[in-house]
């Protein structure tokens, strides 16, 4: 980044004229629709291979595909449904990556009555049925969650403590009985993103819920409203998709570490259970003694339940048979770019 | 007349100024802000308060309204606070191509309508005339956003006739009309519709009218009888239709934006609505607004040349 650019455009000016030092430079820029990149000629690495890509902010996914099918776009990333449908069709295929960290969590309020009962938030991480929504959202792309929310290929991810997560109906009525609370649960929510995966899951998981006595509605709202949702004190749940780094930190000081969680951070939860042990990860002085303090939190994460994780998905592609050996990073959400064409130099 | 064009003109503004003032107030009222959103869950205390003060928003409503007011008066409608670009720049890249598509699908909806509707009038419970009825009734009922998608899916996806997405190649008209095609016929689709309905209705009442026998018994042509002297009275109804219908085009711009992938103002409207980008909204409001009052200003000076009974004073 130019720093002489920064001071002199101001953060909004920059995002819309960026200097970098990169392969591709912007051309032109239409927010939230389309982006022009051309290659940087005074790039100091090797001359990339594309001179011009071109990327359109598609909102449908079957619009994408049949894009991509047409000719009009080289690559568009899809959901799996859409994907399958494509599975079998001529001049295009499909690519389904693993991606390290995308993820759907359920953040339970740990203050509002009955989620404030530990075993309430047990069973409701039994009650969910996480092979059928797999199967019946992401066509199978995508596996089960993790009870202590370090993912597996994360720093500290420890198997032993933190196992995927099951679906145990009876387990998880076993539990509700235990807690004492009468049933049938009633008045909670859980706002939702409002694309056709997340209503489709939200819907499921409001399905399994109520099979074990817990009526917890699934409400989708759009993005300014959720924004709303994220932070107020009343929110019995939500559902937050993200996208995280190798390390689990971001995503302890995103929804779990209440005193390093920002204003309008994910903070669903107010949950102050792993706070300590986040600090003392932090101040570890070697990568041992961290990952005995993540093993640790793992424990504790996956004992209290502030939040579950329901699933890590695959990203999933729809690439132009003109295309050859589109390879995307495990690292990389494309969304919400898609793109259209990609002209060799 | 043209104390009537003044007369009308002068009402735009406060027309604008009424429907740009309820969008004021509804969209302060949805909850969320534009800080929240675009800083979402990463914002400090300070920064979204630092965001709110720049932009204004820590001021009280009515502030926000009066510095609004004076800015649009001197022909600011303010920068965009998501993507900090002037509002007018934002609209000016989209326009055109809302624009095209709009006046097409009136265009396409007014050509075919109403030939259509004298059709069926001239053979009245004919097999033409069921024809017209059903199709009209059918392109009512159906969904813009589903016609789109089932064009999309059997013209461009399996026959590969047009193009899917995008708005074409500008200044290649062979590409702008091919990309326009298949919006502008879903757009067109329940405009059409009950343009071809009152365009039959109308034609059958004026073709027993009076004049209308005394034109046959004088020798007159049918073909003029028809699309000379009763077309034209007939579309007097027909006008109000359209000048209405336009409104409804342009709000199914958003839905057709999306479904085709074009860039437009209906695109630009509801991403501003999401991200609470209150002065793209009160720009675009103000934009589609005056496009909509404009129109009807047009449709009703059309009153007048179609029927010489028709004064303004």
Redesign the interface.
Known sequence: MSQKAWAKLGE??Y??HPVGTGPYMLKSL?????MVLVRNPNFWGPKPAIAQIDM?????N???A??V??G??DIAQIDPVTAAEYAHVKGVHIVVRPTLGRTDYLELNTLIPPLNNVLVRRAIRYAINYPQLIQDVFRGDAVAGYRGLVLKGEIGYDAAVNPQNVYNPAKARQLLKQSGVSLPINGLFFATYNDSADIQAGQLIQEDLAQVGINMKSTPL???????Y??AVTTPANVFGLSLSPDPNLLFS?LLVGSAI?????DTARYHGIDTLYQQQLNAATVAQRVKYLKLIQERLGNDVPAIDLYVQSDVWIVSNNVHHYTPSTEYNGDPFYL?TMSPS | MLTYMLRRSSLIIPTIWAVVSIVFVVVHL???NPA??L???????AR?AAMNKAWGLDNPLYVQYFDYLRNIASGNLGV?L????SAVS?LA??FPDSLWLGLSAIALATTIGIPLGVFAAMFQDSWIDHVALVASLLLISTPDFFLG?VL??VF??TL?WL????AGTMGDPISVLSHLALPAIALSAGLLAYVTRMTRTSMIGVLREDFVRTAQSKGVSRRSIIWKHSLRNALIPVLSIVGVGAGQVLGGTVVIE????R?GVG??LV?A????DYVMVQACVILIATVFVLINLAVDLLYAMLDPRIEYV
Do not use: H, Y
Request: aromatic share 2%.
């Open positions: 909004a000016g995002n819309a239409v927010p939230n629709q389309e359109k902010v598609i909102d449908n079957q619009t994408a049949l894009a099918k047409t009009a776009l759009e993005r300014g409203t959720l924004a709303r994220q932070v995103l920002p204003p309008n951070g994910l259209v | 949805v909850p969320g929240q959103v800083l979402g869950p990463f914002a400090t205390a979204e965009s998501l993507s900090g670009r934002e890249a989209v998608i999309l899916l461009s996806g590969g193009p899917s997405i995008g999306t479904v085709f992938a860039a695109t630009l991403n609505i999401t991200g609470r």
